[in-house]
């Protein structure tokens, strides 16, 4: 666990990404991110484009921190956990604050993982988290190298600990990363996250 205790102070903002089996492993995760870390927490799930979406709802029953779906411009403000809305893109933006768009999709997905991902390592740099968790498509695999190049810390979940794999066999294949983990693990991970603060 020294390794994790390690990023405690580290990381200034966390970007999580999954797909199929998204829902049951963030509501795994969610409940082990502390109360009094200061940081924001940015997802993408991917969900149907032609519909409201309940996760805001479903993930604050779970979490010590309030959950949004957050609006285009929002200031992206500490302790918050923001769920990107259905058929938009959400983005990292200066100030920091939130920017949505209904750009074109991108590995069949909006929103993409890999839009937030890239995002965010352009402004976060090497003091953000970026953790890929279960899915069925490549989506996150260049955002989780973007986070890799800016210095970052990157996490994936381990493929056999996976609902659907192959997100994560793609992210590995693409990128070395500091972490290959079971959802335990991630949860353990953003519990150390506060040592020390």
Known sequence: MNAFESLSGRIDAIVMGASAGGVEALCTLLPAVPAQLSV???????????????L???FATRCQ??????????????GVVYVAPPDYH???????QIALSADELVNFS??????LFESAADFYGERLLGIILTGANEDGAEGLAAIRGAGGITVVQKPE??????????????TPVDFVCSLAEIADLLRALDRGE
């Open 90 to 96: 959400m983005l990292v933006d200066v100030g920091p």
């Open 40 to 54: 924001p927490v940015l997802i993408v799930l991917h969900l149907p484009r032609d519909r409201p979406s309940l």
């Open 56 to 58: 805001a709802d479903i």
């Open 65 to 78: 921190r309030p959950v949004r779906e957050p609006l285009d411009k929002d200031p992206i403000e500490p």
């Open 161 to 174: 600990d996976a609902h659907s794999p192959y997100m994560l066999v793609s992210a590995l294949n693409r």
């Open 110 to 115: 909006r929103p993409s993982i890999d839009v």
